[in-house]
């Protein structure tokens, strides 16, 4: 072993206070960066699990001008000859009026997003039948299911209740059915139809007076990755049609713009928490400089280089930097595991979609051991600037 | 016998402008090869300063110091820095070995700075035998004695068998046994390796017999010890 890495090594480790003090620095900077990760991409990713589990799929296929004409089995037959493809089904949506009477008392909401679904195949495609927390999910021509905030402001509606749907229909007709409610829906964090009415999408295209048009088609596929490949594809086979089809990037995009410069920001955050860490680094450093000055004068004396001074502490900021790195990533993945593992959430809000992003693990790491190295230039520097004859005066 | 210390004319002084302090005064001598030196004097008369100039840990304000007839003066830091590790060889009053080191590291360290790894382990062993601590090597130089200490240190200064061992007060801070011990050893060690010793001490005469003494006194430098019979060299 190199002598300068012996004694950088030794001089370390005989100073546990200080090591011990300076690879915390690395590791909760790591840290930092890990939990911020795990949380607020946590979050993020969760947000695009619901918004594809519950209403875009991987692709989401609109008409460019109105509503799909073509038949929407058709359509989902189409998708579902794919391999990739999982599932497929319609989708058709509005907003009406619901009222209900209630322990004597009319309650009536308004503006209230309602979706078509076509029970069987959106069981395959969705997994918004899975929210419903008392009931059944829709199985019927005039079964209704209510999203839980809906139930609740129509002064608690139950399984089972009876309701009125008002909605107005292309010509501008008012168009009343009555419903009975067989389920209600909650999802976590409210990312479902928790503010929505779901009926049969029949029921809605006749209400609607739109025989035979969809909304959108859902298209969930059994690899993601391909979502692009397979929407490609699709719009070439219909080159007449005048089809959106679009990736839950795409079609997510306007609601997913501000977390992505929200995560943004607290990454920088965690960077400059990182960087704070380095600070931490220099001080510790420069007092083991400080309390070093009779070895480096000795070593002067007997003929180590300033070189050779600098090089015993950068070793010091480099194994700084690697047991703080691996100490803080260590911490990290364990933060992750145990998030990912507990399917971690926050006041019972939509669990966390934790994943390992194995690239920005890496590269945690290595900034944090760059850092530790840059933070222990300026103490090594001073080190060398240490007369030989005054270092020795302290002897 | 070859001339291995030349030095010319040199003023060392401290300070700037009217707070200036005349550490050496135009001091000269020469040392030859295998000589065993004392230089004296009371405290704050210069010797230490005239250590750190020979052993070049600090450059004087006027004059030359010649090395195995090398001069000295107008070295880059890192000649300097590989002149002291290949030509000098130091022993400092405290030790000052490196703590974090054991025994063995300490007295390899110069041969590893030098970067000539070959035969270091068998020549420092040997060295070690030579000054009685062999039985000591692996032990963290902290936790060993003050004698044992000094022992270790002299063993360090002659790992790369230097033109010049240098001694500051290498006894001054042992009980008289231990001192009377390391007394010795720098001599025999003179004798056996035949290379020059300057030790510097305010203690004359715990060194007995010597080759020669060099007083220092107000900056001046003066052959002899005896009072009445200073005589100034020029």
Redesign the interface.
Known sequence: MDYRLRLAKRMLFNKRGSLIGAVLAVTIGILVIHVNFVIFQGLFDAIVRDISNYNNGDILVTDEEDYIEKSDLSIVKWFERIPFVKAATPRLSSSGSINMTAFGKLNEQTRIPIVGVDPLLDMKASTVYTTISDGEYVFSRNSIVLGSSVARDLGGAKVGDSLKLKIVDRYGQDEIRRFVVTGIASAPGGQGFDYSAVVHIDTLRDMMKRKGETGSILVKLNDPSKASEIKDFFLASFPNDKFVAETIEESAEQQLAGFRSGIAMISMIGYFGMGSSAFAIVTIQMMLVNGKTREIGVMRSIGAKRKDILIIFIFQGMIIGAIGAGVGTAAGLGYTFYAKETKMSFNNSLPLEVSYNWEKIIQTALTSFGLAIIASLYPSYRATKLLPVEAMRNV | MSKVLEINDVTKIYGERENTVTALNNVSFSIEKGEFVLVVGSSGSGKSTLL?MI?L??RPTTGKIRIDGIDTTNLS??KI??F???KLG?I???S??????TVF?NV???R???GTDYSAEKDAMELLKAVGIEDQINKRANKISGGQAQRVAIA?GLI?KPSIVLADEPTGNLDSVSAEIIVQLLKSMCKKLGQTFIIVTHDRHQFGEVDRVITIKDGRAFEGDHPSKLEVLV
Do not use: M, V, Y
Request: proline residues 3%.
């Open positions: 750190n052993g840990l600090d830091d890192n820095s590989s002291r590790n290949k130091f400092f009053q405290f000052n070995l490196i703590t974090d080191l590291e390899l360290l110069p590893q700075i030098a360090r790369n």
